[in-house]
């Protein structure tokens, strides 16, 4: 057996089961789920695409970042959204869109440490800078 496999502590199984479908299953929890092939290429649609979760990934990871970053400055968070989609082209994915709704009044100085905090997401920044990360803001008055 490969070494690097006995050394690491996956948090996430993988499984096909046909149809174009596949189920991940994440430690310890065994929270589940599925995803699909789009329809368009040939999938059933029903689930959300790997493509998809990569988005969504990027904005939870955003999202725990901004909540972290209130946490410390002693701002609510409670709320916020974002909403996330990846475009594709010929050669993959070429952008994500990040929609990020706050519907809590933040002073402009916070404002400016919250949208350093997403920008500095790991999952995000992992992603090969020729994906551009649109984000756009909607700041409650």
């Known amino acids: 057996m490969d070494q690097a496999f006995t050394t690491h502590t996956f ?3 993988t ?3 046909g149809g174009m479908r596949c189920y991940t299953s994440f430690c310890p929890s ?3 789920i599925a995803t699909d092939v789009p329809a368009a290429k040939g999938g059933h649609g029903q689930f959300p695409s ?4 990569l988005a969504a990934s ?3 990871c955003m999202l725990s970042m901004i ?3 209130a946490a410390r400055m002693e ?3 409670e709320g916020i959204s974002i909403r996330a989609a990846c475009q594709e082209g010929a050669g993959g994915i070429s952008a994500i869109e990040l929609d990020i709704s706050v519907p809590i009044h933040i002073p402009e100085p916070r404002r400016k440490v919250l949208e350093a905090a997403a920008r500095g997401c790991p999952v995000g920044n ?8 649109n984000i756009t803001w909607h700041w409650s008055n």
């Open 11 to 13: 948090t996430s199984s």
């Open 15 to 17: 499984l096909h089961t």
């Open 30 to 32: 065994a929270a589940t």
């Open 50 to 53: 790997p493509a998809d979760m």
């Open 58 to 60: 990027v904005a939870s």
């Open 67 to 69: 909540a972290y970053t």
């Open 75 to 77: 701002l609510n968070a």
């Open 126 to 133: 992992a992603i090969h800078p020729d994906v551009a990360k």
